[in-house]
């Protein structure tokens, strides 16, 4: 006899099917309904230290914690009752007797669990006349501050670093009301996902110092999109203000990341506009980007037009947008540059780490290997890169176009060396590079929070990306450049939108055959069969 799947019960009075086994609190808010909560996280283990999600249980002594209650046959509930309401106004009360009133200066406010419980659960006025219990303010590690006065002990922090992370530098320490999270002596917290107890604390009680007093969270923008720091493409959200990125937070997505994102995405976005990032336009008689795409045309079909298709070389990036590395390869083809000649680079592998709870970062530290393969051929980066370097040091290429946008490494000299001897050369450049000489042409690169489209991880899903910034001083976006030389070159009429680029290059690159820009939604779709 096989056990039975799924269970009846009834919530509110509505006959309900579910998973049997399953915890009361998902099959409540699966079906829309409000049981609130602190600690219970999905992607944590629930340990039911909060009690804020007591619900009534028919013929139940007292009220029961959804997190940790698991369906049964029969089961008779009501998330709303007087009872399940009392308990939770008495929860909020003991939890608020010693809580500060410091939501005007506090990171959290906006987006705080407490305060937004507290509203609509709690009641209209305080009953505490005694000396709040004051607690420890210090630094935990990683960028991490500790308010202690704010912390209600739901131990999400705690069971993080030790159930994901597998780390466990966190602990509660002292009993009853002196209750809070602090780290083990001589253990800071260190582990390459700290930032992720920042982002799943209810309250304000650990606070980034990256974001501290930064911004207001709801006059902040925010953006979906993908990190960019290894091939993983784990889903983020980019949060900005005034153009400016503020913070970047886990954005969920089962079939990637779960619900996590490591500190080296979750904080490498200083350079976007940071004091070395180059925003110069140097093209002929250019200075700006008006004319830069009838500029850039102009060059290449004289250069072309001169010496020959073979007389041009293009190296592109792993940092690409599949649309841009489309697009560039649609110019090169306009202009009939053989294959062999169009290389690609990529930023150096670094190490990889999987985590207790299954998280990994990648040891390839480039976001869009899989699609430069796709796009540009599986020998861009090797034979076709090392072929077009050698040319570049004979008389027969005269002409080299370069896609410098990799954050933190600069191309190697041999690159610029062939650079600076080409007769025309051009860098697409996302960081300066005294290296360069000056009678190579400069044109700003896009960085990851600017660009729209997708790209592909490691495990063949490919991914949309969104634009949380523009450039600076006005500048065009590679993409946009591109399709613009397009239109000078008499094969476009004018620019199309992303979801039209993107349906168009499926149809013609035949590792998207069969995808369409619609389907891809905010996690993306697997293009090798792989489980969605």
């Known amino acids: 006899m096989t056990e039975k799947q799924t269970v009846n019960l009834t919530i509110n009075g509505e006959e309900v099917e579910a998973p049997a086994g399953e915890m009361l609190i998902k099959v409540c808010h699966d079906r829309g309904l409000d049981v609130p909560f602190f600690c219970y996280h999905p992607g944590l283990v629930p340990e039911g230290n909060c009690r804020m999600c007591l619900v009534e249980v028919v013929k139940a002594p007292k009220p029961m914690p959804a997190c940790t209650t698991p369906v049964t046959e029969g089961m008779e509930i009501e998330t709303h009752s007087e009872p399940a309401k009392a308990a939770r106004a008495d929860v909020l009360e003991f939890m608020l007797a010693n809580h500060p009133l410091d939501c005007p200066i506090c990171d959290k406010s906006g987006e705080c669990m407490l305060q937004d419980n507290s509203y609509a659960h709690g009641n209209d006025a305080s009953r505490m006349v005694d000396v709040k219990e004051l607690k420890p303010t210090k630094e935990l590690g990683n960028g991490v501050k500790l308010w202690g006065n704010r912390c209600i002990s739901c131990t999400r922090c705690v069971r993080f670093c030790s159930d994901i992370a597998g780390s466990g530098e966190l602990a509660m320490v002292?009993?009853?009301?002196?209750?809070?999270?602090?780290?083990?002596?001589?253990?800071?917290?260190?582990?390459?996902?700290?930032?992720?107890?920042?982002?799943?604390?209810?309250?304000?009680?650990?606070?980034?110092?990256?974001?501290?007093?930064?911004?207001?969270?709801?006059?902040?923008?925010?953006?979906?999109?993908?990190?960019?720091?290894?091939?993983?493409?784990?889903?983020?959200?980019?949060?900005?203000?005034?153009?400016?990125?503020?913070?970047?937070?886990?954005?969920?997505?089962?079939?990637?990341?779960?619900?996590?994102?490591?500190?080296?995405?979750?904080?490498?976005?200083?350079?976007?506009?940071?004091?070395?990032?180059?925003?110069?336009?140097?093209?002929?008689?250019?200075?700006?980007?008006?004319?830069?795409?009838?500029?850039?045309?102009?060059?290449?079909?004289?250069?072309?037009?001169?010496?020959?298709?073979?007389?041009?070389?293009?190296?592109?990036?792993?940092?690409?947008?599949?649309?841009?590395?489309?697009?560039?390869?649609?110019?090169?083809?306009?202009?009939?540059?053989?294959?062999?000649?169009?290389?690609?680079?990529?930023?150096?592998?670094?190490?990889?780490?999987?985590?207790?709870?299954?998280?990994?970062?990648?040891?390839?530290?480039?976001?869009?290997?899989?699609?430069?393969?796709?796009?540009?051929?599986?020998?861009?980066?090797?034979?076709?890169?090392?072929?077009?370097?050698?040319?570049?040091?004979?008389?027969?290429?005269?002409?080299?176009?370069?896609?410098?946008?990799?954050?933190?490494?600069?191309?190697?000299?041999?690159?610029?060396e062939a650079l600076n001897s080409a007769d025309f050369g051009l860098v697409f450049l996302l960081e300066n590079d005294s290296r360069i000489g000056e009678e190579v042409s400069l044109i700003p690169a896009t960085a990851f929070s600017e660009r729209d489209g997708s790209i592909i991880n490691e495990d063949g899903r490919i991914q949309l990306v969104q634009a949380a910034t523009q450039l600076p001083r006005g500048a065009l976006r590679l993409d946009d450049l591109l399709q613009d030389v397009l239109v000078e070159l008499g094969a476009r009429e004018g620019r199309i939108s992303q979801r039209g680029l993107f349906d168009e290059m499926a149809g013609i690159i035949p590792a998207l055959k069969g995808t369409r820009h619609a389907e891809l939604g905010k996690t993306g779709l697997s293009i090798d069969g792989g489980e969605e």
């Open 174 to 416: 002292n009993r009853g009301d002196r209750s809070v999270v602090d780290a083990f002596p001589g253990y800071p917290l260190q582990n390459p996902l700290s930032g992720n107890v920042v982002d799943i604390c209810p309250v304000g009680a650990l606070i980034s110092e990256d974001f501290l007093y930064q911004a207001r969270v709801w006059y902040e923008k925010k953006t979906d999109s993908v990190c960019h720091e290894c091939s993983r493409g784990c889903n983020v959200e980019i949060q900005t203000l005034h153009n400016e990125v503020k913070r970047i937070v886990a954005r969920h997505n089962d079939s990637v990341n779960d619900y996590w994102i490591c500190d080296h995405g979750r904080y490498t976005y200083d350079y976007i506009l940071g004091p070395e990032r180059s925003l110069e336009y140097r093209l002929g008689d250019s200075s700006g980007p008006a004319d830069a795409p009838a500029l850039l045309a102009q060059k290449l079909k004289s250069l072309v037009a001169e010496h020959g298709a073979d007389s041009l070389g293009v190296l592109a990036s792993a940092f690409m947008s599949n649309e841009t590395l489309y697009l560039l390869g649609s110019v090169l083809k306009e202009l009939e540059v053989p294959v062999e000649n169009i290389a690609a680079c990529a930023r150096a592998d670094g190490k990889e780490e999987t985590f207790k709870g299954g998280f990994k970062i990648s040891a390839d530290r480039n976001p869009n290997r899989r699609g430069v393969e796709a796009i540009l051929g599986p020998s861009a980066f090797s034979s076709r890169a090392e072929g077009l370097l050698g040319k570049s040091k004979g008389p027969g290429l005269r002409g080299l176009v370069l896609v410098s946008d990799l954050p933190g490494q600069p191309l190697p000299d041999e690159w610029i």
